[in-house]
C-alpha cells in the first residue's frame, strides 16, 4: 500500500460546481497536510495547509482532515475555469519531508 | 511570499553530456533545499535534501554519483545531472521551506524541463 493514495481523475465539472477532492493516508506519523495546485509545466503552488483534523476555509477553498480515518479533502466552491490544474495532496509527519499524492487532474468547462 | 527560482526552466542536451540546474531562494535564507522529479502524470518525488555547508542526503535508489548537489551558500543549490541519458528525462522542481514556517510548508520553484537527446 503506497503512504498517499490520490485518485489521478480526470475529473471534469462545468463551472460553478463544487468540486470534492480527496486523499488517503496509511502513515499515522502524518500530522501535516497540504494542498498543492500545479498549472501544466509549472511548479506546484501552496493553496491550503492544516495542522492535525479540522476544517480550514480560505475564500472558495475548504480543506478537511479526518485524521481517525486517514482522510483528506478539498473543496472548491463555485469553481471557475481558472481552477483548472492538477491539485496534489502533501502530507508530513515529523521530517521535512513531504510525500505527495499522484494528483488529481481537474477541468472546469466554461 | 516566499519566491524560489529556477534556472534554466527549460534545457536540452546530448546523451552522455552534463546540465547544471540551479535553485535559489530569492527572499529568504535556505539552509535546507529539496528537489524532486516529476515524470508525466506522475507525482514528485523526492531525489535529495540540500544541506547548506554539508552534504547531500539522498533518497533510496537516486545514484549520488550521477545527480550531484551542491549547497554553496544560503539561497542557492544547484542540481547536476551528470553523464545524462533520455530516461533522464524529467521535470525536475526544487523546493524550500521559508524560515519561519517551522519546516512545515514548502515553496517550490516553477521547474526545470530536461530532454535528452
Known amino acids: 500500500q503506497k503512504e498517499v493514495e490520490q485518485d489521478p481523475g480526470p475529473l471534469s465539472v462545468p463551472e460553478g460546481a463544487i468540486v470534492s477532492l480527496n486523499c488517503t493516508y496509511s502513515n499515522s506519523a502524518f500530522q501535516y497536510f497540504m494542498w498543492y495546485r500545479q498549472y501544466s509545466r509549472k511548479g506546484p503552488e501552496l493553496l491550503m495547509y492544516t495542522y492535525s483534523s479540522g476544517n480550514k476555509e480560505d475564500g472558495r477553498f475548504t480543506a478537511q482532515v479526518d485524521k481517525s480515518s486517514k482522510y483528506i479533502s478539498l473543496f472548491i466552491r463555485d469553481s471557475q475555469p481558472s481552477d483548472s490544474a492538477t491539485y496534489l495532496c502533501?502530507?508530513?509527519?515529523?521530517?521535512?519531508?513531504?510525500?505527495f499524492g499522484k494528483g488529481t487532474k481537474l477541468t472546469v468547462n466554461p | 511570499g516566499a519566491v524560489v527560482s529556477q534556472h534554466p526552466s527549460w534545457v536540452i542536451c546530448k546523451s552522455g553530456t552534463s546540465v547544471k540546474i540551479e535553485c535559489r531562494s530569492l527572499?529568504?535564507?535556505?539552509?535546507?533545499m529539496f528537489w524532486y522529479r516529476q515524470f508525466p502524470k506522475q507525482s514528485l518525488m523526492l531525489m535529495a535534501t540540500s544541506n547548506e555547508g554539508s552534504k547531500a542526503t539522498y533518497e533510496q535508489g537516486v545514484e549520488k554519483d550521477k545527480f550531484l548537489i551542491n549547497h554553496a551558500s544560503l539561497t542557492l543549490s544547484t542540481l547536476t545531472v551528470t553523464s545524462a541519458h533520455p530516461e533522464d528525462s524529467s521535470f525536475y522542481i526544487c523546493?524550500?521551506?521559508?524560515?519561519?514556517?517551522?519546516?512545515?510548508?514548502?515553496?517550490f520553484g516553477p521547474g526545470t524541463r530536461l530532454t535528452v537527446t
Open positions: 527572499d529568504f535564507q535556505a539552509t535546507t
Open positions: 502533501a502530507m508530513k509527519g515529523g521530517s521535512e519531508k513531504l510525500v
Open positions: 523546493s524550500a521551506p521559508p524560515p519561519l514556517a517551522g519546516g512545515n510548508e514548502q515553496y
